[in-house]
């Protein structure tokens, strides 16, 4: 009998693992918004402490050459969820368009394969009210711009429509310490009680024209967190893989922060402070996140990806490292961000990719991995990252294209043809040799750079299309 009890003791954690194994990864998107590509510790920085985030990129594989598919928000969420360049979408810019209905995105595809879905943080893909004013763009009666996240396949959602305070994220106060160098667009210190205030002009919504009222207060990377973590606690509860999108307004301007938060930075300028120390409670919720997942049994059989939407932002102490520009631009700086994915059932843990990659990446990534189907016909900007996370790949076939305002460029394994005036003129780099875009080596290469001109052009010509309407 006890040698029949020890042989089950051993058994059964092994039938446990083995149907993890076998069953569908839980999957989540976690975001930052203008995190520069050397805003963390695991990309070289000594000043911003995320330990949590150094923590989980050395449990996977981190991302030395990810792109963000545009080089400003919305247009590069477009992308996260539906594989496609955001021109494509027809979300050009930031606060322009909205994600269409007739679009195929991953939270539907993986709810008809019995995922819980749900989205936290920010949307900024269309409006979430035709009520009331509301953000950028919301207004009373005109829905023009609606585009809600139940619209898209998401069960649950927690979100803005747009940037919100980092710091008691509904409220402004009524006066900055300009001396201080505090500023309405830059942002304040944490609002203290004696302190006037007065509404931000944004909310939370969680319904259709229903917003939140509750826990609203302090940090907003941990507000976030207080709706992400019962979602996953339920969804496990009910035995259902889990899909969830987390995207942190972090440090999206205004940053705020409380003194308590900011001391450990008391080195530096009152403008740094704020800044690191919301970089630094963002990547303690990234702590909190993962602990849950451990607690849960979950944290092997789940597969995170983390990255930022674009570049830092201009005037600010983020920083795009060894790269040139910021926030805006297609130059690497504007549009390389810091990025990882960690998926301990499957991905070799400590290393780390010079391959290049992009937002729209994820879609198909998850298609190859999950057997889901997508229709053929449809066209997709991002490819299967599954052969290079498989370490069967090293190099990339397919260009990556890039379209903002007057930009565009095109970038392959090796080179970047950019122009910054609608083409009239032109630049080309060789990004392997030169990262740091100084040296223009059009003149010298004109046969390439004509080649990859014509296929720039044709790519934008099949985009325009698809923004038309001709995929649906």
Request: proline share 6%; charged share 25%; net charge negative.
């Amino acid at each position: 009998m006890l040698r029949q009890i020890l042989l089950l003791t051993c058994i059964i954690p092994f039938i446990v693992s083995c149907r993890q194994k076998e069953a569908p990864p839980n999957i989540i998107l976690i975001m930052c918004d203008d995190l520069g590509w050397g805003d963390t510790g695991f990309n070289g920085n000594t000043k911003i402490q995320t330990p949590n985030l150094d923590l989980l990129a050395g449990k996977g594989v981190t991302f030395n050459r990810f792109y963000s598919a545009s080089a400003v928000c919305s247009p590069t969420r477009g992308s996260c969820l539906t594989g496609r360049n955001p021109y494509r979408l027809g979300i050009p810019n930031a606060n322009a368009g909205k994600l269409k209905e007739e679009e195929i995105t991953l939270p539907e595809l993986l709810e008809e394969k019995g995922y819980a879905t749900a989205h936290f943080g920010k949307w900024h893909l269309g409006t979430l009210t035709a009520k009331v004013k509301d953000a950028n763009r919301g207004r009373p009666g005109d829905a023009s711009h609606y585009s809600i996240p139940s619209m898209h396949g998401y069960r649950r959602y927690f979100v803005t429509e747009s940037k919100v305070p980092t710091y008691d994220p509904m409220i402004k106060p009524s006066y900055f310490d300009t001396l201080k160098g505090e500023s309405l667009r830059y942002g304040w210190q944490a609002v203290e009680a004696d302190r006037e205030t007065q509404p931000y002009g944004t909310r939370y919504w969680t319904g259709i024209e229903q917003d939140e009222k509750e826990n609203l207060d302090g940090d907003d990377s941990k507000v976030i967190m207080d709706r992400v973590i019962p979602f996953i606690e339920n969804s496990v509860e009910k035995g259902e893989p889990f899909f969830s999108v987390i995207w942190f307004h972090t440090p999206h301007l205004p940053v705020v922060a409380s003194e308590e938060m900011m001391t450990k930075y008391s080195r530096y300028s009152h403008r740094e402070q704020i800044y690191y120390a919301t970089i630094s409670a963002m990547d303690r919720q990234v702590g909190r996140l993962w602990k849950k997942l451990e607690e849960l049994g979950e944290a092997a059989h789940t597969m995170i990806w983390f990255c930022s939407d674009n570049g830092p932002e201009n005037r600010t102490p983020g920083t795009a490292g060894p790269f040139r520009d910021r926030k805006r631009s297609l130059y690497e700086g504007g549009v390389r961000v810091p990025a990882f994915c960690v998926w301990p059932d499957r991905i070799e843990a400590g290393s780390k990719t010079d391959f290049p990659m992009v937002t729209s990446d994820y879609l198909p990534t998850v298609v190859d991995y999950l057997n889901l189907d997508y229709p053929a016909e449809r066209p997709l900007d991002g490819i299967s990252l599954k052969p290079v996370l498989d370490g069967k790949v090293e190099r990339r076939e397919s260009a990556i294209g890039f379209h903002y305002l007057k930009r565009t460029s095109w970038v392959t394994h090796e080179h970047k043809l950019i122009s910054t005036d609608n083409g009239k003129t032109y630049e080309l780099y060789h990004l392997l040799n030169d990262p740091g875009e100084k040296n223009n080596i059009i003149e010298e290469n004109k046969e390439l750079a004509d080649r990859m001109k014509k296929e720039l052009t044709d790519w934008i010509k099949s985009c325009a299309e698809s923004a038309n309407g001709a995929d649906y």
